[in-house]
């Protein structure tokens, strides 16, 4: 019997790939928008979710449950970048990073959990970021999310495990995605102290991203844990450098490794 997999952000990115990738091998795919309506030619089926609204999560989950009858596969991929000084990112727009990257996934995790027990099985799969491993400069509040979300996943895998629910999280690096896009960009401003650095900062990041790895690797890599037994706490997903990076924040001193990021962005 083919595995119902619902993932949010579907309409784009790496969600998009991801849907396709899973549907070619066979799974049963939903994907969420905010407005599916405008994705008239997806390759999997898409319904209407806001991480951000508790009813529209509850009407897309009792959707696929009502026409599959089961979930087997969530994967937690809507998000939202963000860059900026955080002195100058307004509280509100840190507040509304927060509400997607980190409490819309648990919003979604709360929702699936009941019909998972029922089921008495269930794969979560939280996508992150290499970048919550470390705070980054100008990506502070983006590091934060997403380091937030890797820690409850820690916590919450562990109590789930007596219902035969499994839950990871998957960390990419760059991928060659829109996200740039999307994300909300502190302006660089004319008097800011941050002026230089941070319009530099900007520019880096953004070559990186349209740079990035094929967001196929990334579909592969999440087929790969769906189709393992017992998976991992964390993968990490990209460029060696980018993996490497995080081994080297275990290994170094705390100022060495500042001073490699520093360096490496150029402030």
Same mark, same amino acid.
């Given at each position: 019997?083919?595995?119902?997999?619902?993932?949010?952000?579907?309409?784009?990115?790496?969600?998009?790939?991801?849907?396709?990738?899973?549907?070619?091998?066979?799974?049963?795919?939903?994907?969420?928008?905010?407005?599916?309506?405008?994705?008239?030619?997806?390759?999997?089926?898409?319904?209407?979710?806001?991480?951000?609204?508790?009813?529209?999560?509850?009407?897309?989950?009792?959707?696929?449950?009502?026409?599959?009858?089961?979930?087997?596969?969530?994967?937690?991929?809507?998000?939202?970048?963000?860059?900026?000084?955080?002195?100058?990112?307004?509280?509100?727009?840190?507040?509304?990073?927060?509400?997607?990257?980190?409490?819309?996934?648990?919003?979604?995790?709360?929702?699936?959990?009941?019909?998972?027990?029922?089921?008495?099985?269930?794969?979560?799969?939280?996508?992150?970021?290499?970048?919550?491993?470390?705070?980054?400069?100008?990506?502070?509040? !983006?590091?934060?999310?997403? +380091?937030?979300?890797?820690?409850?996943?820690? =916590?919450?895998?562990? @109590?789930? *495990? &007596?219902?035969? #629910?499994?839950?990871?999280?998957?960390?990419?690096?760059?991928?060659?995605?829109?996200?740039?896009?999307?994300?909300?960009?502190?302006?660089?401003?004319?008097?800011?102290? !941050?002026?230089?650095?941070? +319009?530099?900062?900007?520019?880096?990041?953004? =070559?990186?991203?349209? @740079?990035? *790895? &094929?967001?196929? #690797?990334?579909?592969?890599?999440?087929?790969?844990?769906?189709?393992?037994?017992?998976?991992?706490?964390?993968?990490?997903?990209?460029?060696?450098?980018?993996?490497?990076?995080?081994?080297?924040?275990?290994?170094?001193?705390?100022?060495?490794?500042?001073?490699?990021?520093?360096?490496?962005?150029?402030?």
């Amino acid at each position: 019997m083919s595995k119902v997999v619902l993932i949010t952000g579907g309409s784009s990115g790496i969600g998009k790939s991801i849907g396709e990738f899973l549907t070619e091998k066979g799974f049963i795919v939903y994907g969420t928008s905010r407005n599916p309506k405008g994705y008239s030619d997806s390759k999997f089926n898409l319904v209407r979710l806001d991480v951000s609204d508790v009813d529209s999560i509850d009407d897309a989950i009792n959707t696929v449950i009502t026409q599959r009858g089961r979930i087997d596969v969530l994967i937690n991929n809507a998000g939202a970048g963000i860059t900026g000084p955080i002195e100058e990112i307004p509280d509100a727009e840190i507040q509304r990073n927060f509400d997607t990257n980190f409490f819309g996934p648990i919003r979604v995790i709360k929702a699936v959990l009941p019909q998972m027990r029922v089921q008495k099985s269930g794969l979560i799969i939280n996508i992150t970021s290499i970048a919550g491993y470390m705070g980054l400069p100008y990506r502070g509040v !983006y590091s934060a999310s997403k +380091g937030a979300l890797e820690l409850i996943t820690e =916590a919450f895998r562990m @109590e789930i *495990k &007596d219902f035969n #629910i499994h839950m990871t999280n998957v960390a990419p690096g760059d991928f060659a995605t829109n996200i740039a896009a999307g994300r909300y960009h502190a302006p660089v401003l004319e008097h800011s102290p !941050y002026k230089e650095t941070y +319009g530099n900062t900007l520019e880096l990041m953004n =070559a990186h991203v349209s @740079e990035g *790895k &094929d967001p196929q #690797i990334m579909a592969s890599a999440i087929h790969e844990i769906i189709n393992t037994q017992n998976p991992k706490v964390h993968y990490k997903i990209g460029e060696f450098m980018q993996k490497f990076s995080i081994v080297l924040k275990r290994i170094l001193p705390d100022k060495v490794y500042e001073k490699m990021l520093m360096k490496h962005y150029k402030l």
